[in-house]
């Protein structure tokens, strides 16, 4: 276990190298659920991001929804949010780019394969903004491997690596591509910890832009019964 832990900064260097050249932006993530039941579900979550190194802030979300797991493979997810994104150059600047309020149903598949576990996740987004109405369509493909000693139904260390495309119905079409590596620390079965680096790549016409950013989150789970079993692992992507 040591050796892999050991192994995983050097999985991150290329990232961060090209982060620090391409100016590292922040993503930096606070997430609370609330576990109604093993198959009910509820969560809030707040977003903050810079296009520097914790500086130049830019953009904010805040968001809640609810969870519904048919069973371990499956589950479906409809939540609603806020999305603030401001002009660059400085922190918080106006006028804003885009203002605007989001609703989004959510399809979930997951499947174990040895120690590996992948999941699709399919995504439908409608939103309104100041420019108008639009939608977007998003699939991300996920790798997870969890390891360290077990206890109390999960292990607490996790790598990951996922790739999440976006599109729209107009031109570009193919508007987005977003790639993250990350590790995961469950202090206990309570709270979780996440670090990673993100690149982010807009093929938006006439305005190609793409980011580094390292991602750091806290996930916090609350439980309606003490007794309420976790037998997996929580996976920790940024949404």
Sequence with gaps: ??????????????????????????????NLKYNYDNKWSAF????????????NFHYYEYKGGINY?????????????????YKEGGNFLLPKNNDEFRLWPQFSL???????????????????????YRN??????????????????????Q??????????YKEPYFERNRIQTAFNYRVN?????????????????NDETGRDFLVIGFYYELFRKENTSTTENKDIQVD
């Design 1 to 30: 276990m040591i050796k892999r832990f050991k192994l995983f900064p050097f999985l991150l260097i290329p990232l961060m190298l090209k982060g620090q050249v391409a100016d590292l932006g922040s993503w930096n993530i606070l």
């Design 44 to 55: 809030a979550e707040t977003q903050l991001r810079s296009l520097k190194f914790y500086n």
């Design 69 to 85: 797991k048919l069973n371990k493979e499956v589950s479906f997810t409809l939540a609603a949010g806020n999305y603030q994104t």
């Design 110 to 132: 997951t499947q174990t394969i040895g120690k590996l576990k992948f999941e699709q996740r399919y995504r439908s987004e409608f939103m309104f903004t100041n420019n108008g």
């Design 136 to 157: 977007r369509f998003r699939y991300r493909l996920a790798l997870m491997y969890a390891f360290g000693k077990q206890k109390n139904d999960y292990k607490p260390f």
């Design 159 to 168: 790598l990951s690596i996922s790739n999440e495309l976006f599109f729209t």
């Design 189 to 205: 079965k309570r709270a979780s910890i996440q670090l990673g680096c993100l690149h982010q790549f807009d093929y938006r016409i």
